[in-house]
Each structure stands twice: as C-alpha cells, then as structure tokens.
C-alpha cells in the first residue's frame, strides 16, 4: 500500500470514530431527592446584598440626587428599586465595609447643603458630599421592602457615637435625637435588622487583636441600644461581631470562648466572616471578560473553596456552642476580579459574566447546605462594586447575569431544605478537577419542591432523570440561565444575553426528566 492509501485508511477509521463518539453528546446524572426529610431552613437572609459607600455603589449607584433628570423617587433611582424589589432582598448591609470604620453619622444627617464635604479615604480619596446618609438609606431600605443591616463604626468611632446614632435610628421617646430625627422629616422610628460590631477588624478596621477587639465587643454591645418598640421580643435587632476573613480560626475561637463565658451585659447573635472567590490571589489579576475557559475553571476551583472555609469556622464554632445559638454570617463574598481598565482601582469596578451566575449558584447552594449554621450572607456589593446586580453609567442600567440567579432563587428563600443525593462526577478542564453538576432542592410554605440544577461544563447538556419520592409530583416547569460562552455578559447595548429562559422538563411516575444546557443555572419548581 502505498503513502496515500493509509492516508485514506486512516481518514476512512477516523471519520467511523468521530461518528460513533459525537463531541458534545449529552452526559446522564441521576438525583435522588425525598422530598420528606425535609430539614433545616434555607434562611432569607442568606441572599442579603452589601451597598458599601464605594466608587459608584452609592452616588451615581443608589443615588443620583432629587433634581437628577434620571427618575428617582426622593433622589433614589427609580429603576433600581424596580429591579431590586423583584429580588425580596431580605437585608441591605451599609455603610460598609472598611467605610464604615471612618463613617460618622452625623455628617451626613440633615439639611443637604449644611452637610459638610469630607474625603473618602477608604475608597480612593474622593470627595464625599455625604448627601446620601442614614434617612436616605432607610429610604432606599423602605423603597425596595428590604431591612436595614448598620456596621457601626469601632475603628474611629466610640461605644458614645455609636449609641447615639442607634437612638437617632430607633428612639421613640422624646428625647433630642428623637427630635432631631422627627425634624428630619422621620417621625416614626426606623427598624434596625442587624447591627455589625466593627468590620474586618483584623485589618482596615483597625488592625487589632483577638483580645483588643473583644474588649472593644463588650463595650459596643452594653452602651448600644435599639429603642424601637417594635423590635423588642420576635423582632429584636440581631448583633454580629466580626470574625476572620481567612480559613484560620485562632480569631474565632477567641470571640467565640469569650461568648461562651458571657454574662447578662453583652451578647452577640452572629460572627461575621468574609471571603472572596480571588482566582490568582492579590493583587486581583484575574478579568472580569475576555477570558479564557481555563480561567473559567481556575475561578470555580477556587469559589468551591467556601465549603472548606466554612466547615473550618464551624468546627471552631461548634466548640464553644454546639447549639448553634450564633448564626455563622459570610457578609461578604463574590467573585472579585482586576478593575475594568480605565477606571479608578479603588473603585473596583467589574463586569459580570455567565461565570459569575455560576459561581453565583455554587456558593448560594452551599450556604443552604451550611444552613444549620450559617444563617446570614450579603454578596459584594448590590451596584456597580465587585459582584454586582447592577451597572450603571448615567440613565442607563443593566441587569447582570449575577442579578437573575438571585432572582431565580426567590423561591429559596425561607423555604425548607431538601436533600439531593447525586453523583456529581467529574468536569476537567486541563489539569483542573471540578463537579460536573450541582444540585440542591427545597420546600416552600405551599408544599412545592423547587429543584436547583448548575451544570459547570461549558460543553457538554446533561440529561437529567429525577426520582422523587414523599411527594406526588405532576408537572415541572423552569428556567435556565445561560449563554453562548462561559465569559458572556450583559452590555448597555446588549443587555439581554444572559437572561433566564423557559426550559422543558417532563414529570411521568414520579419521576423528573430534563436536559440541563452546559455552562448553565437551572430552576425548576416540581407541582403536587
Ligand atoms: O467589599 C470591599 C471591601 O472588601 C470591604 O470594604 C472590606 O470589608 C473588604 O476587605
């Protein structure tokens, strides 16, 4: 045979290969979900958001002033509320973060142009004009339905400062702050859901010690008091204390051991940890677009890590309340990426891509599966900071990939966890090793299962079969969230690319049947 006859035998061999193995046929996965063992609560609050006094995460973000010619009720954009109260926010953390440890509340209360002009030297050393303080917080807070999460300032403030902003907030007697607030055209009372004690302590909040920060703890926690009427009892206002934003616990155990031995003077509900998906580590170097599938798979690789984080905290927890009285609260976390090129770095300014709704549903999955313990957790931030909802430039807004998991999850959201059992298998991509699928389901108060399907190959569907037993099931319907590539995202221009679509499921003998699309974040909600 000559040179060219095995070249046709090695074409004709090929081509019967390639036919029988056809790229990107559809992968099976079985999940097995009884639906009456029903377990721990999937906390609202665990979609809670984080609206820092950050770059444009606020002015030109939330607010854009009263004589804006963009529609705004009372100087808050109107579109945004729209858009976030179709997201039942449960809680808004603010006014930070590392802000918060050089934020006093009385300059930015009253009337707009006796507001004194101060430097943000948190975030980039820019002029703050503080037109956007605590009234109009509770504002955006009352406009959007939501409940208002307040870190007090324990860097540069004072347990005097700090008492008297929560009389401002919650008094209802008459005293001064109480008049004061009324003049400021509040009468009522404000609801204060939570109160943060310090933000990263350990660092920018002032780079103290376990011990130093626990001292500071108790002061904060005795002189401090919620005046609300309404919030004495069922709906007291919860305290969170700061713990570690690294996987070491010598930090939690120390508040934790002097929780234990508390006393009736001071008391905490929630230990607050931070900690970002930072592929590459720091300096962020990571893109929010442009990027390649293995940076893909580098990021899931190292968002998954939250699991570890978290048992990590918990063991250290468990320790000293086995209980789990205090709720474990990640209030910060997202995919955090280099800034956009050609805006400020401080700013942190970043896209938000197909990746980021995965890594979304990767880390909201296992928080539920957490839920036992960790009971509270606020993505950074709501608007155009780290992992947004929402970008903005002037009148225009966009929608981000991020946005609609959120939205797709509202069923979640108090509803009873369920669990899956599955086989995640396995998605490689070069010589990184992640789950082919995650899974998690939930009950809601009218009986519905809601089932939650990520599939993180970017190639290949998966079909899915379903049985579900505790519950007769009759009919399915959903939605699927993905996109033609892994780093797709919604532009000013193009803001529907990423946008959740109606998906087929079939419901026969109790079992569920569905092909779920690569790189994508599926909802389902399973009908008695
Ligand atoms: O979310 C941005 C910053 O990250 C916060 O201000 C700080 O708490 C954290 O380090």
Request: charged content about 20%; hydrophobic content about 40%.
């Amino acid at each position: 045979m000559n040179f060219g006859g095995i070249r046709l035998v090695l074409c004709i061999s090929l081509l019967v290969l390639v036919s029988s193995v056809p790229l990107r046929s559809a992968e099976d996965a079985h999940l097995s979900i009884d639906a009456s063992k029903a377990e721990v609560k999937i906390d609202r609050n665990l979609f809670g958001q984080f609206a820092e006094n950050l770059g444009h995460g606020l002015y030109d973000g939330i607010w854009v002033g009263k004589d804006s010619p963009i529609p705004n009720t009372r100087g808050i954009r109107n579109d945004e509320v729209t858009a976030l109260r179709e997201l039942k926010v449960p809680n808004v953390r603010w006014p930070g973060g590392c802000f918060a440890d050089q934020y006093h509340w009385r300059k930015s209360i009253g009337a707009a142009e006796q507001r004194p002009a101060t430097l943000n030297s948190a975030w980039g050393g820019v002029v703050d004009t503080n037109s956007f303080g605590t009234d109009e917080f509770m504002d955006f807070i009352q406009q959007i339905g939501s409940r208002a999460y307040v870190s007090v300032n324990v860097g540069s403030g004072s347990p005097q400062e700090a008492a008297e902003w929560l009389e401002y907030m919650t008094a209802a007697a008459p005293t001064a702050l109480e008049k004061e607030r009324a003049a400021n055209g509040h009468p009522d009372p404000y609801k204060v859901g939570f109160m943060g004690i310090g933000n990263e302590s350990w660092s920018c909040g002032g780079d103290m010690t376990a011990d130093y920060y626990v001292s500071q703890l108790k002061l904060y926690n005795r002189f401090i008091e919620n005046d609300n009427p309404a919030q004495r009892g069922p709906n007291q206002m919860l305290k969170i204390a700061v713990s570690p934003g690294f996987p070491e616990t010598e930090w939690t155990e120390a508040v934790m051991k002097a929780w234990q031995h508390h006393d009736w003077s001071w008391n905490f509900d929630g230990l607050s940890v931070h900690w970002y998906t930072t592929p590459g580590g720091w300096p962020l170097s990571m893109p929010s677009t442009d990027f390649s599938v293995d940076d893909y798979a580098k990021t899931l690789k190292n968002t998954l890590f939250m699991d570890e984080f978290l048992r990590k905290q918990e063991i250290a927890m468990d320790k000293y309340d086995p209980q789990k009285k205090v709720a474990l609260v990640v209030d910060e976390w997202g995919g955090s990426y280099k800034a956009l090129p050609g805006t400020n770095k401080d700013f942190l300014l970043q896209q938000n891509s197909l990746r980021d709704a995965i890594l979304a549903s990767l880390n909201l999955n296992i928080f539920a599966r957490h839920g036992d313990r960790v009971r509270m957790a606020n993505i950074a931030q709501m608007i155009n900071v780290i992992q947004a909802m929402i970008l903005t430039d002037k009148e225009k807004m966009v929608l981000t990939p991020t946005y609609y998991v959120f939205k797709m999850y509202v069923p979640f959201q108090d509803a009873t966890f369920v669990p899956v059992a599955f086989d995640a298998g396995t998605y490689l991509q070069g010589s990184i090793s992640l789950p082919r699928i995650d899974a998690i389901a939930a009950r809601n108060a009218s009986g519905k299962l809601w089932l939650e399907i990520t599939n993180l190959g970017p190639e290949k569907p998966i079909d899915i079969d379903a049985d579900v037993t505790g519950l007769a099931i009759k009919s399915a319907m959903g939605q699927t969230l993905t996109a033609s590539q892994v780093d797709t995202i919604n532009t000013f221009a193009a803001p529907n690319s990423v946008v959740p679509k109606p998906v087929s499921a079939n419901v026969h003998g109790g079992r569920l049947t569905m092909t779920v699309q690569p790189k994508s974040v599926t909802v389902i909600s399973l009908e008695p």
